[in-house]
């Protein structure tokens, strides 16, 4: 299974953009690359996904590198629900087996 | 709110007992997963169903079973508890195996702690 690399955390200041990082060097044609968060005392949020292309949605956009070898879930405005640790994954479609494999994500502080 | 539902929120048992933890799917999807959460860490994969039929697992051992319902509703099962089962159990909902990437929607979590 392809496995990523995320920094174990990062900080913010509200309404400030902020840039997630993640690795995934090992990523196959046919993996996809979500990402999820994780509110305190919550269950996984889905946040975005991509393929190959940047995506744009209301929560956020991501940034896939030409290679693939890499990606960067962009916050535009950091506010103080968006404290949650963050999680960058990747999903293979090409089997009938569709597990979502999780490292131990990035945990975003958010200053006031 | 996303439309899972799991039960019981929170649940305790002893060593060597069984569990079973539910849920509820959200309208329409046909595929659940269930992840096992310990203490800061990642979600870890335990097994998906599709159309009540098993089609992936991971790494865990047979007493972890699980069933889906008609109604795509779906059980956990552990017998003989340890103590590392204790951690927060997850089940995710989402539509269908097809080729494009589909987000998962994850329920609130059960909570199991095995003394």
């Known amino acids: 299974d392809a496995k990523t690399t995320q920094p174990n955390s990062m900080e913010s200041n509200e309404e400030e953009p902020v840039h997630l990082p993640c690795n995934h060097s090992?990523?196959?044609?046919?993996?996809?690359i979500h990402w999820y968060r994780q509110l305190p005392s919550q269950g996984p949020e889905y946040v975005i996904h991509?393929?190959?292309?940047?995506v744009n949605n209301r929560m956020a956009s991501l940034a896939i590198a030409e290679d693939r070898k890499s990606s960067t879930l962009i916050l535009h405005r950091a506010t103080l629900r968006d404290a949650a640790v963050y999680y960058c994954?990747?999903?293979?479609?090409?089997?009938?087996?569709?597990?979502?494999?999780w490292g131990l994500g990035t945990s975003l502080a958010v200053n006031p | 709110e996303t439309g899972v539902t799991q039960s019981p929120t929170h649940l305790i048992k002893t060593r060597g007992q069984q569990v079973t933890l539910r849920c509820s799917s959200q309208?329409?999807?046909?595929?659940v997963s269930w992840y096992q959460q310990a203490l800061g860490q990642g979600p870890q994969f335990i097994f998906q169903?599709?159309?009540?039929?098993?089609?992936g697992r991971g790494n865990f051992p047979p007493r972890f079973s699980g069933l889906q319902f008609p109604n795509y509703s779906s059980e956990l099962n552990v017998n003989a508890l340890e103590l590392d089962d204790s951690a927060l159990y997850l089940c995710?909902?989402?539509?269908?195996?097809?080729?494009?990437?589909?987000?998962?929607?994850f329920g609130q979590g059960t909570r199991l702690t095995v003394v």
């Open positions: 995710a909902s989402s539509l269908g195996v097809g080729r494009r990437g589909t987000e998962a929607f």
């Open positions: 309208s329409g999807h046909n595929t």
């Open positions: 169903y599709y159309r009540e039929e098993e089609n």
């Open positions: 090992t990523i196959s044609g046919t993996d996809y």
């Open positions: 991509g393929l190959t292309s940047n």
């Open positions: 994954i990747l999903r293979d479609q090409s089997g009938n087996n569709r597990k979502l494999i």
